[in-house]
């Protein structure tokens, strides 16, 4: 049996990036949480030939999105505690870009292989705890309200792989999913409580570090009640990742699919170079190499443009590179002096803008919204699996009198759908092949019923 198309209705303009498509947005992330330190440290960034701020600059080169960390009492640094913050939200806002808070939950990096508690937390009992982070939560989403400086988006945790507010022995152990369901809970219900009268409702994210980890922890939290959560955040550095980039198209498709969620990579980055341009190590070199994409300022740019539109072409929504601005300058870190990213930055070592610089700026090819139906005849429920969910199967949402699915999908692809009113008939369902049109639209599934 083959699909009756409907006359099919446009729902796609043609885009500029970083800018809306119909009722959904794209983003084109910079996580600048370096800048504040960069400009005190005397560092100079040159963009279309002139020095320029380099928020600015980011802005001018099509992100649309600013990511900013937050950590709770970091003693070792003056920067990245809320006064910061409030300039970076402050220069992004002014230049006309949404924003990303990240709370680290932390006094220090929280990443894939330490969630460590906030000294003041350290001590405390369970219920202490969870009290404490939807307080602080709270307190610093309503004093960024009351400076107008609200973020459009939220993430609870940064790269929780390990149970979140912690310790190094924690992190060794299995995930405690009753403790750390209520610690994500508490996060999720002060961002919601801090924006209940205000005009912007930010998206709360969940990030995982790593795309192969993600679709088993995400199946964890949500059989632990972790559910009201609007974005998975997947970290993808091919140095600490197991899986290619097809790895990454897989989880971003699945992932969408299986958890109903919008998907962002919110960390990336690729090096231009080797070289150095001070005494600290380059955390990224020859080592994070993917085949096809040299270690060049021409391989950056390809790998940015490229793996966003894998990115598009999976269901995903957006990018975000991580720290573009991190050059090298004559202040030192704990490590050493100068900066360990300065070779995957978006400068060369002197400050000039290098081509990845404007990756939003490059062609892409746009995904369109599909309607996939089912008319009801009777069934409870109606289920559909498809190459674009990865094989997963998905629930299609009752409208009326049909069953209805939504996805975005790169137009001109070939699809192959198939529906089922239990999962367990799914696989011997029969297949409808699709091509998707260039403007979207609705796909009638006339499938046999009782």
């Known amino acids: 049996m083959k699909p009756h198309l409907l006359c099919l209705i446009p729902a796609l303009a043609i885009l500029t990036a970083g800018t809306s498509v119909s009722a959904r947005d794209y983003w084109f992330g910079a996580d600048l949480s370096y800048v504040n330190e960069m400009k005190a440290c005397d560092a100079t960034y040159s963009y279309q030939g002139k020095h320029q701020d380099a928020y600015a600059i980011f802005a001018q080169s099509g992100h649309n999105l600013v990511r900013v960390r937050l950590w709770n009492d970091a003693k070792w640094t003056h920067y990245s505690d809320l006064k910061d913050v409030e300039i970076t939200l402050k220069a992004a806002k002014a230049n006309g870009q949404k924003t990303l808070l990240d709370f680290h939950y932390s006094d220090d990096w929280a990443d894939g292989d330490k969630?460590?508690?906030?000294?003041?937390?350290?001590?405390?009992?369970?219920?202490?705890?969870?009290?404490?982070?939807?307080?602080?939560?709270?307190?610093?989403?309503?004093?960024?309200?009351?400076?107008?400086?609200?973020?459009?988006?939220?993430?609870?945790?940064?790269?929780?792989?390990?149970?979140?507010?912690?310790?190094?022995?924690g992190a060794k152990l299995p995930i405690n999913w009753a403790r750390n369901a209520r610690l994500f809970n508490a996060g999720i219900k002060a961002v919601r409580d801090a924006s209940a009268d205000s005009s912007i409702k930010p998206n709360i994210m969940i990030h995982i570090a790593q795309p192969e980890?993600?679709?088993?922890?995400?199946?964890?939290?949500?059989?632990?009640?972790?559910?009201?959560?609007?974005?998975?955040?997947?970290?993808?550095?091919?140095?600490?990742?197991?899986?290619?980039?097809?790895?990454?198209?897989?989880?971003?498709?699945?992932?969408?699919a299986a958890f109903g969620k919008d998907v962002v990579v919110v960390e990336t980055a690729y090096p231009f170079t080797d070289d150095f341009g001070d005494q600290a190590g380059n955390l990224l070199g020859s080592d994070s190499a993917l085949p096809g994409y040299p270690v060049t300022p021409q391989g950056q740019l390809s790998y940015m443009h490229d793996l966003m539109q894998l990115t598009l072409d999976n269901g995903g929504s957006g990018v975000v590179y991580w720290e573009p601005a991190w050059v090298s300058t004559k202040c030192?870190?704990?490590?050493?002096?100068?900066?360990?990213?300065?070779?995957?930055?978006?400068?060369?070592?002197?400050?000039?803008?290098?081509?990845?610089?404007?990756?939003?700026?490059?062609?892409?090819?746009?995904?369109?919204?599909?309607?996939?139906?089912?008319?009801?005849?009777?069934?409870?429920?109606?289920?559909?699996?498809?190459?674009?969910?990865?094989?997963?199967?998905?629930?299609?949402?009752?409208?009326?009198?049909?069953?209805?699915?939504?996805?975005?999908?790169?137009?001109?692809?070939?699809?192959?759908?198939?529906?089922?009113?239990?999962?367990?008939a799914l696989d011997a369902a029969e297949a409808f092949d699709v091509t998707v049109p260039k403007t979207g639209g609705p796909v009638v599934l006339e499938a046999p019923h009782s």
Not at 142 to 148: D, I, P, S
Not at 222 to 245: E, F, M, N, P, Q
Not at 401 to 413: G, N, Q
């Open 115 to 169: 969630q460590l508690a906030p000294a003041a937390w350290a001590g405390m009992t369970e219920d202490q705890q969870v009290a404490a982070l939807y307080r602080y939560t709270l307190d610093t989403l309503n004093a960024l309200k009351a400076r107008g400086l609200m973020p459009d988006m939220v993430q609870v945790g940064n790269e929780t792989n390990h149970e979140i507010v912690s310790s190094l022995e």
């Open 213 to 256: 980890n993600v679709e088993a922890w995400f199946a964890a939290a949500t059989a632990a009640g972790v559910t009201d959560y609007d974005i998975i955040g997947i970290s993808y550095y091919r140095k600490w990742s197991k899986l290619g980039v097809e790895g990454l198209a897989d989880t971003i498709r699945r992932s969408r």
């Open 332 to 424: 030192s870190t704990r490590w050493s002096q100068g900066s360990n990213w300065e070779n995957a930055a978006f400068f060369d070592f002197k400050g000039q803008a290098l081509p990845a610089l404007e990756w939003p700026k490059a062609s892409y090819v746009w995904p369109v919204e599909m309607t996939f139906s089912v008319a009801d005849h009777g069934q409870t429920a109606q289920y559909l699996t498809a190459d674009f969910t990865g094989g997963v199967a998905v629930t299609m949402r009752k409208y009326a009198d049909r069953f209805v699915y939504k996805a975005w999908l790169r137009p001109e692809s070939h699809v192959v759908v198939g529906t089922a009113t239990t999962k367990e």
